[in-house]
């Protein structure tokens, strides 16, 4: 795979990833009683734990695909 598809891919999965995390805090922190009831409160905080580690990896993938552009605009 060249580096443009697994650029368009890590930012992809980087919006995805993002979108988890704000999934499992909105149901952590405003459906905590129902998802309680439920039983599923500890999946939602393991969802969240490790889509955060999978998150800051994204993150750094991005920064490695984005770091030509990051060096001629930002670190001048």
């Not at 891919?9 to 009683?33: D, E, H, N, P």
């Not at 129902?34 to 969802?47: A, D, P, S, T, Y």
């Amino acid at each position: 795979m060249n580096k443009a598809k697994l650029f368009k891919t890590a930012t992809i999965l980087l919006a995805v990833s993002f979108l988890a995390q704000v999934a499992t805090v909105v149901g952590m922190v405003f459906l905590k009683s129902f998802l309680m009831r439920l039983g599923v409160l500890g999946i939602f905080f393991e969802i969240h734990e490790y889509n955060g580690f999978i998150f800051v990896a994204l993150i750094l993938a991005h920064l490695f695909f984005n770091w030509g552009w990051i060096s001629a605009n930002i670190l001048k």
